[in-house]
């Protein structure tokens, strides 16, 4: 089973930026697209950004294009998310997710990932 472990949130005032970073464990990572989903307090889990096996192909969510960009170090089993010109719309928990050996390409949909991370606090203040 793959282990997923986010890192970096923290408080940030509006107009900051944050580099998050999601650790994976086990030998497939680079066989297994990756996204990162987020949920405020009251609102469902919505789609952030998703990439693929190899890191050619991204998409992003029309709230957070231009701003935030995934990347991944499949040497590191490490997957990235800078977030640059925050607003305090972006507060919420972000989790990190990995599709399962059965759908390298799971698109933006959560319930099409397999495994995912615990969580980390991102808080934007004015």
């Known amino acids: 089973q793959v282990q997923l472990v986010e890192s970096g949130g923290r408080l940030v005032q509006a107009g900051g930026s944050l580099r998050l970073s999601c650790a994976a464990s086990?030998?497939?990572?680079?066989?297994?697209?990756m996204g990162w989903f987020r949920q405020a307090p009251g609102k469902e889990r919505e789609f952030v950004a998703t990439i693929s096996r190899s890191g050619d192909t991204t998409v992003y969510a029309d709230s957070v294009k231009g701003r935030f960009t995934i990347s991944r170090d499949n040497a590191k089993n490490t997957v990235y998310l800078q977030m640059n010109s925050l607003k305090l719309e972006d507060t919420a928990v972000y989790y990190c997710a990995s599709s399962g050996w059965s759908t390298p390409n799971p698109g933006i949909q959560p319930n099409l990932y397999r495994y995912w991370g615990q969580g980390t606090q991102v808080t934007v203040s004015s």
């Open positions: 086990g030998r497939t990572f680079s066989t297994r697209a």
